[in-house]
């Protein structure tokens, strides 16, 4: 379940980084809350099961991506304290 979320955190994360102008304006907003939002719960069940080595390489991809949003530093935060459990980070 844990290495499905991870893989669902990256894809939420390309998707939130990359160029949603296609999505009518008056829906943008409300897409990315929704994405904000499965993407905060992915990574609750995440951090509750310690990480493996081979967890590292597409949760720094997350962690990448929460660090160019201020507002996520507290989850970037997280997702680095977790990955530093695996002694690899």
């Known amino acids: ?11 939420i994360a390309q ?8 999505i009518d304006a ?3 907003r409300d897409f990315f809350e929704r994405l904000e939002a499965e993407r905060d719960e992915a990574l609750d069940i995440v951090l509750a099961d310690p990480p493996e ?3 590292i390489a597409v ?3 997350v962690l990448d991506h929460l660090r160019r949003a201020p ?3 507290t989850l970037a ?3 680095e304290g977790w990955m530093n459990q695996a002694g690899i980070a």
Not at 2 to 10: A, T, W
Not at 15 to 22: G, K, V
């Open 15 to 22: 998707t939130l980084d990359s160029d949603l102008s296609w």
């Open 26 to 28: 008056s829906h943008r």
């Open 71 to 73: 507002k996520d530093a």
């Open 1 to 11: 379940m844990k290495q499905k979320m991870l893989l669902r955190l990256r894809d």
């Open 77 to 79: 935060d997280a997702l």
């Open 59 to 61: 949760a720094q991809r």
């Open 53 to 55: 080595a081979e967890d």
